[in-house]
């Protein structure tokens, strides 16, 4: 078992590593029944909400996922194989995952509230993680039991919420292609998350080089035929509007999930929709993304430091132990990338408020259902495109 110490955090203070700009180098859609499409159909553009709303309104209509399933990285497997296929190489890479894995990973420092569980493999020089399955499920049903505070409306409806925010603040083309009448009933809309538009980027941290995958909410303005040019993507989050410190210190944490989970997939702006203690949409706040970690060390309480996450997770991921290095002293243990070697599958997992994160082997060899067989087959049977 390899133990990596997240404590003491000065150790991944100064200079953060090096950052490569996030590049969508494909996409994949879900559809309103949560079937895969190999396109780009559930885009959709930001287009700004009526106030006040009713975050409530529809909750009894509501068609939500049923993400009950293992799906492991079956889609963003398929999309990556139709890539390279189309470009007849390989997508290079030491990392392959969901961003919420690598979001996980880079809050560790500073969330001590939740832990997890994920699976990885290495495949030809690539790991591949996911999260663990039987982990997600016991957690949510952890959840479910836990008693609800009197007065407090259930967490199912808080989550709807969110859902609800985005329905009232998303159009299916651009504003000039969309019926004002289509615009104006958004609120009469029945709330379905099934639909989503899944981004998948190349990016990198330190020497570390990345393909994540992740949900994108909208764009702002219309997504750009130059595949080299910026995508001006658009987060959209709800939070209750603080009302005292100690609401602003609940919401400054939260700002630490809203800025990575941005920054991973380079989404520039995010849109938060405050709202009341009981669900009415009462403002909004545009956020750059780049500039949420300087502002929340300029005026905040200093809950977090952005500089130190990237710091942290570029250790985690890279880092070699050699014995008498002071950055190392405290890990006496090799980063990821040099922990995870040859056939199995390990477990990446953070108990909560625990101050390390373990990696060890739970499976001798093979994948572990992480690598799809169609996925496998195709990258067996074309050796010469490796990069």
């Known amino acids: 078992m390899s133990t990596f110490n997240i404590q003491p955090l000065e150790r991944f203070?100064?200079?953060?590593?090096?950052?490569?700009?996030?590049?969508?180098?494909?996409?994949?859609?879900?559809?309103?029944g949560h079937r895969f499409r190999l396109d780009e159909s559930s885009l959709r553009y930001y287009y700004p909400p009526k106030l006040p709303a009713n975050l409530s309104e529809?909750?009894?209509?509501?068609?939500?996922?049923?993400?009950?399933?293992?799906?492991?990285?079956?889609?963003?497997?398929?999309?990556?194989?139709a890539t390279e296929k189309e470009?007849?190489?390989?997508?290079?890479?030491?990392?392959?995952?969901?961003?919420?894995?690598m979001t996980k990973i880079m809050a560790s420092p500073f969330d001590n509230f939740n832990g997890f569980e994920m699976n990885a493999?290495?495949?030809?020089?690539?790991?591949?993680?996911?999260?663990?399955?039987?982990?997600?499920?016991?957690?949510?049903?952890?959840?479910?039991?836990?008693?609800?505070?009197?007065?407090r409306p259930s967490q199912d409806l808080m989550s709807f919420w969110g859902y609800k925010f985005e329905t009232l603040s998303l159009i299916p083309n651009t504003w000039d292609a969309t019926p004002r009448e289509y615009i104006d009933n958004r609120d009469n809309e029945i709330v379905?998350?099934?639909?989503?538009?899944?981004?998948?980027?190349?990016?990198?941290?330190?020497?570390?080089?990345?393909?994540?995958?992740?949900?994108?909410?909208a764009v702002w303005d219309i997504k750009p035929i130059d595949k080299d040019s910026p995508i001006n993507w658009v987060e959209l989050?709800?939070?209750?509007?603080?009302?005292?410190?100690?609401?602003?210190?609940?919401?400054?944490?939260?700002?630490?999930?809203?800025?990575?989970?941005?920054?991973?997939?380079?989404?520039?702006?995010?849109?938060?929709?405050?709202?009341?203690?009981?669900?009415?949409?009462?403002?909004?706040?545009?956020?750059?993304?780049?500039?949420i970690p300087g502002t929340v060390n300029r005026r905040g309480k200093g809950t977090w430091n952005g500089n130190l996450c990237i710091s942290f997770m570029d250790t985690f991921l890279d880092c070699e132990w050699i014995p008498g290095r002071k950055r190392y002293a405290?890990?006496?243990?090799?980063?990821?990338?040099?922990?995870?070697?040859?056939?199995?599958?390990?477990?990446?997992?953070r108990r909560e408020r625990a101050a390390f994160i373990e990696v060890f082997k739970i499976e001798e060899s093979g994948h572990g259902?992480?690598?799809?067989?169609?996925?496998?087959?195709?990258?067996?049977?074309?050796?010469s495109t490796l990069s």
């Open 237 to 291: 989050k709800t939070s209750e509007d603080p009302q005292s410190e100690r609401d602003m210190i609940k919401f400054e944490r939260k700002l630490l999930k809203f800025w990575i989970q941005s920054f991973l997939l380079g989404v520039p702006k995010i849109i938060v929709g405050f709202r009341t203690k009981d669900g009415v949409l009462t403002r909004l706040e545009e956020l750059q993304t780049a500039t």
């Open 192 to 217: 379905n998350n099934n639909a989503q538009y899944c981004s998948i980027v190349r990016t990198g941290i330190g020497k570390t080089k990345m393909v994540i995958g992740g949900e994108v909410d």
């Open 121 to 151: 493999t290495l495949f030809q020089g690539t790991i591949f993680i996911e999260e663990n399955h039987d982990h997600k499920l016991s957690r949510w049903q952890s959840q479910r039991t836990q008693p609800q505070q009197p007065g």
């Open 330 to 349: 405290v890990n006496r243990n090799p980063g990821l990338k040099h922990t995870i070697q040859g056939d199995g599958v390990w477990r990446i997992r």
């Open 87 to 101: 470009t007849a190489a390989n997508c290079e890479a030491d990392i392959v995952t969901w961003r919420g894995m």
């Open 58 to 81: 529809g909750f009894d209509t509501f068609q939500k996922l049923d993400d009950s399933a293992d799906d492991h990285l079956e889609s963003l497997l398929k999309t990556i194989m």
């Open 369 to 383: 259902g992480i690598l799809s067989p169609e996925f496998l087959e195709w990258r067996k049977a074309s050796p």
């Open 13 to 32: 203070a100064g200079a953060s590593a090096t950052i490569r700009r996030p590049k969508e180098i494909a996409c994949f859609s879900y559809d309103d």
